[in-house]
């Protein structure tokens, strides 16, 4: 695993829940099917209300009209990432718009589960919220080493969580290949 | 220490003799349900995973049951039930319930039930977030992702780490105007949507012992909206009644040790307690309906798992019975089963079904329908700026359709008054 991952920063509030990161009229697409795959990354975030959308100011969509890939990379977000739902398209989004890593205080457990068993997006849990601290747009570097987030704007660093009883699973890159690396199951 | 019920069920299924809440162990699991939405891609990811040929661990354990996207000319839906149908001519699944053949259910959580899967002290676990609802029956259930679903299609088994329990006791007479979802709503209203996040959430108390299994269903049904892993009630006479009539099927029922362990208890007296609603874009958001006395509606919505149940119609019919509604008013039976009780059960000589069509009321075909918006096409759906006030159990932005509607969760009783008056009504004005 690249433990230093870098980006442009998209900042949402707390409470964004599955319908918000994909709302359900676009579950019906195949996530295996090249030219379905892409309206994934196309409707990311679409759900959540425009002037929420990209704080501080709001009004950014996440991805341009049109486009199936999205300019961040980072989402740092308010508690309770992931609420709702239990489909794992929600994270699958995510990762196909080309986020790496959500950076929030807390996360519901389904999308965390589904993050870290689907080894879509690193789910990295900040000590505090980190919202009035970044703004839509600027760069940030989250290095899992040594365990900070730092704003390049401001300079300013955060300290986040150790990723801690899942840090196997995410290294190893999702559920399957952990079992498979500690001989749960066949090759 | 000793162990709760939610322990006790997980340590019987790790193998071990006991576990404690913090700890990641691995347990065998009883039954994986799934559905159209999330079936075709947990099995494309169980045989990218064990190969083109795999078979599932066992196939009388894997229960198939197409429930979100059905009437819809949505090709892309319409293509996923065919894909579940070709998995399980494939796979030789007896459990499958498709559309448009006599074993068609309709909503999972309901049919769960209905057709015997749901048995005390069993692990549950399915591709959807509200498979907690089974928890009512005194068993472990909870939902997962598609990654974690193909895990159990191949091997049978899951980790889990094992939650703290939260213990809510509810004691006294439940008031003939208030139903499981105000007690729900009251609570997750005071522990905020966050509040059990990866928790249990254990109801007990005297009130819980004199509710019926639907009543149960619906106060385990919404623990997810409080971030819960899942919601438990001990099974007793009135479960196994239901479970014996139901299923054959042998059950073990657990109780809580005298000195287990729970993160906090809650007390409530039930006749403190008064209709709820949740008002926009949060299940917390919790108010009496009396505070909204001057909120106009100009939707209605009966349906879905948390509240689409017979009792739920029996509720609205008894307010519907000799009010017309005033506003767009969509009743849909959770599962074909009570969609036929609405067809023959009869107040004062008038079926349920005709005293929702004679109020005025439009009826659907059994399925999720409009809770979750789905495609355009969907029966009920909010496809503009409505006011809606729903049985159904999430009001995040967007989640019956349009962002720009605005979503109040309420009981059947609350629901069936407001579409009566045209604005939000406690139903105690109709229990006079």
Redesign the interface.
């Known amino acids: 695993m690249e433990t230093i991952k870098q980006g442009k920063v998209f900042v949402l509030g707390d409470d964004i829940d599955t319908d918000q990161i994909i709302p359900a009229a676009h579950l019906v697409y195949s996530l295996d099917h090249p030219d379905e795959k892409r309206k994934y990354g196309e409707f990311a975030l679409s759900g959540v209300p425009i002037d929420k959308s990209g704080l501080p100011d709001g009004n950014i969509p996440f991805v341009a009209s049109g486009q199936s890939e999205s300019p961040y990379a980072i989402i740092v977000a308010g508690k309770n990432f992931g609420c709702g739902s239990s489909r794992e398209h929600a994270p699958a989004a995510l990762q196909i718009a080309g986020v790496q890593a959500v950076v929030a205080p807390t996360y519901a457990r389904i999308f965390y589960r589904n993050a870290v068993d689907g080894g879509f997006v690193i789910p990295v849990e900040s000590q505090a919220s980190l919202v009035e601290h970044f703004q839509t747009g600027d760069k940030a570097e989250i290095n899992l080493t040594d365990y900070f987030i730092r704003n390049q704007r401001t300079g300013e660093t955060f300290p986040v969580k150790k990723l801690g009883q899942v840090e196997n699973i995410i290294e190893a890159g999702g559920i399957f290949a952990y079992a498979r690396q500690a001989g749960m199951i066949g090759e | 220490m000793g162990m709760t019920i939610t322990e006790k069920i997980l340590a019987k299924h790790s193998g071990g003799a006991s576990v404690s809440p913090g700890e990641?162990i691995w347990i065998d699991v009883d039954v994986l349900m799934t559905h159209d939405?999330?079936g075709?891609?947990a099995f494309?990811i169980f045989k990218k995973?064990?190969g083109e040929h795999a078979k599932v661990w066992d196939p009388e354990k894997v229960v198939i049951i197409p429930d979100?996207?059905i009437f819809t000319a949505?090709k892309?839906?319409n293509?996923?039930v065919q894909l579940l149908r070709d998995i399980v001519a494939e796979q030789k699944l007896p459990h499958f319930y498709d559309v448009g053949t006599e074993r068609y259910k309709g909503v999972c959580h309901v049919a769960l039930p209905e057709e015997g899967w749901t048995r005390p002290g069993e692990v549950l676990f399915?591709?959807?977030?509200h498979?907690c609802t089974a928890g009512a029956f005194g068993q472990f259930a909870t939902?997962?992702?598609?990654?974690?679903a193909a895990?159990i299609l191949?091997?049978g088994k899951i980790?889990v780490?094992v939650p703290e329990t939260m213990r809510f006791v509810i004691d006294g007479e439940i008031p003939p105007y208030l139903m499981g979802k105000d007690l729900i709503l009251q609570i997750i209203g005071d522990i905020c949507?966050?509040g059990a996040?990866?928790r249990t959430m254990e109801f007990a108390g005297t009130a819980i012992e004199a509710m019926s299994m639907e009543e149960r269903m619906t106060l385990c049904n919404m623990v997810?909206e409080a971030?819960g892993?899942n919601g438990v009630i001990a099974a007793d006479a009135t479960t196994e009644a239901f479970v014996q009539a139901r299923t054959n099927a042998g059950y073990e029922i657990f109780h809580n040790d005298q000195d287990a362990g729970f993160h906090s208890v809650y007390h409530y007296q039930a006749e403190d307690l008064q209709p709820m609603v949740a008002r926009p874009h949060?299940p917390d958001n919790k108010a009496g309906v009396r505070e909204l006395k001057d909120v106009k509606v100009n939707r209605a919505y009966i349906g879905s798992c948390t509240g689409g149940k017979f009792s739920d119609f029996l509720a609205a019919a008894e307010i519907l019975k000799d009010h017309p509604v005033k506003m767009d008013t969509f009743v849909v039976p959770a599962t074909t089963e009570v969609s036929n009780q609405l067809r023959e059960t009869n107040i004062n000589g008038r079926s349920l079904w005709q005293i929702f069509e004679d109020a005025g009321a439009q009826i659907g075909q059994p399925s999720c329908a409009a809770c979750?918006?789905?495609?355009?096409d969907t029966f009920g759906r909010l496809n503009a700026d409505e006011v809606c006030v729903s049985t159904t159990n999430?009001n995040?932005?967007?989640?019956m359709?349009s962002?720009s509607a605005q979503v109040y969760l309420a009981s059947p009783y609350t629901v069936a008054a407001t579409a009566a008056t045209g604005r939000m009504t406690d139903p105690r004005e109709f229990f006079a």
């Open positions: 990641n939405v999330c075709p891609p494309a995973q064990f979100h996207y949505d892309h839906a293509r996923n399915g591709t959807d977030s498979t939902g997962v992702g598609n990654t974690d895990f191949g091997t980790w780490k949507v966050d996040a990866y997810i971030g892993k949060s979750l918006g789905g495609p355009d999430r995040f932005p967007g989640r359709g962002k």
